[in-house]
DNA sequence: CATCAACCCTGAGAGC
DNA sequence: TGCTCTCAGGGTTGAT
């Protein structure tokens, strides 16, 4: 599922030239992007995968619009276009496309398509159809309840700290929960607890300076491995990425951990499958 | 406020 | 081989 490294790639790559040319598998460094691309018209497949306005809105109001820029917050792609602002989250199973309007067919799952005046189209698939996409005025009326970003640096360890410390649910809990942290998902919360060495289930509060900064630090690593491997491909929709070749924990039931044997074990925090090793990350001795 | 379960969906994988 | 069944999973919503 893409997390905030499979969504800073994808932002990467639709921030590319937009002239490259169109080829059949190009590295993602290489693919067209969309920056000055102007919509024409708008094809919605699947009506409830436009969260805002409604469907028919979302299309006129996006008619016209120039792409300015594509940025990423927390796991949404965020377009600045004319006046409006185009949010997509991928949840799921969501992916992007950028191809010709002709000569290539639509793929099954294809929810919204974004025609440009230029014979280019974007292309907003979903398997699941969880994903959603906005059309507002102020992004922050969607983005404004995030919590910050684990790679900015106005993110310091003693702001960190002091947050974790205010929190008595499971650290685990805390990581995914969107206000309090933005981006992390499954895949990347277990993989930095393991590398921090830190149970899913120990309260946050519990967790002193010292190893809230290795938790911070754990977590960017393994963040930024993420980003530089060009994210994990996943729930059979390849990205491009490889970072699912270096899972320390996640889906290794059973497995021998990287750094001492032990066999992987799952658990359920907050209806999540969750993977640590109970050797390296032992829960912590109440006292 | 914290916690928990249901919900939205599809397809992979298990079981038969 | 092919059917049916179970389940994962991010984020939202509603119940406890």
Redesign the pocket.
């Known amino acids: 599922?893409p997390?905030l490294p499979e969504v800073e790639t994808i932002a990467r790559s639709l921030r590319n030239a937009p002239n490259l040319a169109f080829s059949p598998s190009p590295g993602l460094n290489k693919r067209p992007g969309v920056i000055g691309r102007t919509v024409a018209d708008v094809q919605v497949n699947w009506q409830?995968s436009v969260a805002e306005p409604d469907a028919p809105t979302f299309c006129e109001r996006l008619s016209g619009q120039t792409i300015a820029a594509v940025k990423r917050r927390?796991?949404f792609l965020v377009f600045q276009l004319d006046g409006d602002w185009l949010l997509i989250?991928l949840?799921?199973?969501g992916d992007i496309r950028v191809e010709p309007r002709s000569g290539v067919p639509l793929q099954?799952?294809d929810r919204v398509i974004f025609n440009f005046k230029d014979g280019a189209r974007m292309v907003f698939n979903d398997?699941?159809?969880?994903g959603r996409v906005w059309l507002v005025e102020d992004p922050d009326s969607i983005l404004g309840c995030l919590g910050p970003e684990p790679l900015s640096t106005a993110l310091t360890p003693e702001v960190f700290s002091r947050s974790l410390l205010q929190?008595?649910?499971?650290v685990k809990?805390v990581l995914?929960d969107?206000k309090f942290l933005a981006g992390m998902?499954?895949?990347y919360t277990d993989e930095a607890l393991h590398l921090a060495r830190i149970h899913p289930l120990e309260r946050a509060s519990s967790l002193e300076p010292g190893r809230a900064e290795g938790l911070l630090s754990a977590i960017r690593e393994v963040l930024e491995e993420g980003i530089r491997r060009n994210g994990a491909s996943i729930d059979?929709v390849y990205r491009g990425g490889d970072f699912q070749n270096y899972f320390r924990v996640y889906?290794r039931t059973g497995e021998n951990c990287p750094d001492c044997g032990t066999k992987i074990e799952r658990i359920v925090v907050?209806?999540?499958?969750t993977h640590f090793c109970p050797t390296c990350q032992p829960p912590m001795i109440k006292g």
Do not use: L, P, Y
């Not at 929190?167 to 499971?170: D, F, S």
């Open positions: 599922m997390e409830r927390a796991k989250h949840r799921m199973s099954a799952h398997t699941r159809k969880f929190q008595k649910r499971a809990t995914m969107q998902g499954n895949i059979w889906q907050s209806q999540r499958g």
